[in-house]
């Protein structure tokens, strides 16, 4: 079982370029959220969506765009790259919402760097 | 707003130590916390789960408790192992929101031989 995918796992980009991180699972749950980890620091919830077709911010998205066509992809956008925002990024899926007795599932990360 | 806090920071014990893991939260309106495992260059496997209404849970060698008054819950792990090597995440569910949970800043285990 694949769970939880995220690519590239590794990026090194230049402040102002864009570029689009990606995650996909193949468990067919409706929640999906993306986090960022930096160094120290616990998780922070940048979006989450509850189902193809709906998003909502978390506590820190600015700077980031997201979209949710289909229930099994969830891309992250980062339009203008900033070395703020080089941290670790987490994409996770969970059904039902996130804190019932069901675990939520982690792909492994994608570290970005911008310089 | 919700803050989460996770003493020590860093921690390391011989194999075979029990020790204790501490997870402290500000605001008690709590629906759940969980507690997570973090593995170098990989993502997060949930551990254990706790509801706002119970006290434990128990999972192997290892058993977490809450106490929602005073803000605080604890991971026991007993007879620890060289794979118990990891950082230990907690993080809380507040009440009256659909998806967000709040994260502590972890505790780094080693387990040495």
């Known amino acids: 079982n694949a769970g939880v995918t995220q690519t590239p796992k590794f990026r090194i980009l230049k402040i102002g370029q864009s570029m689009t991180l990606q995650c996909t699972q193949d468990?067919?749950?409706?929640?999906m959220y993306w986090y960022r980890q930096d160094p120290g620091m616990g998780l922070k919830l940048i979006y989450y969506?509850?189902?193809?077709?709906?998003?909502d911010k978390g506590e820190v998205p600015n700077g980031y765009n997201v979209s949710r066509s289909t229930t099994e992809d969830f891309p992250l956008r980062l339009e203008l790259a900033a070395p703020s925002q080089t941290s670790v990024y987490f994409c996770?899926?969970?059904?039902?919402?996130?804190?019932?007795?069901?675990?939520?599932?982690f792909g492994d990360g994608t570290r970005l760097s911008i310089l | 707003k919700q803050e989460v806090t996770q003493i020590p920071a860093a921690l390391s014990v011989p194999e075979g130590e029990n020790l204790v893991l501490n997870c402290s939260f500000t605001?008690?309106?709590?629906?759940?916390l969980q507690w997570f495992r973090q593995d170098p260059g990989k993502g997060l496997t949930s551990l254990l789960l706790?509801?706002?209404?119970?006290r434990e849970q128990t999972s192997g060698r290892l058993n977490a408790s809450l106490d929602k008054s005073s803000g605080r819950s604890t991971l026991y792990i007993a007879a620890s192992q060289p794979g118990d090597s990891a950082t230990y995440l907690c993080?809380?569910?507040?009440?009256?929101?659909?998806?967000?949970?709040?994260f502590g800043t972890g505790t780094r285990l080693q387990v040495t031989l």
């Open positions: 706790i509801q706002s209404s119970q």
């Open positions: 993080a809380v569910k507040p009440t009256g929101t659909a998806s967000k949970l709040t």
């Open positions: 969506s509850v189902g193809a077709g709906i998003t």
């Open positions: 605001d008690s309106a709590i629906y759940n």
């Open positions: 996770a899926s969970s059904y039902p919402p996130v804190g019932s007795n069901q675990p939520q599932h």
């Open positions: 468990m067919n749950h409706n929640y």
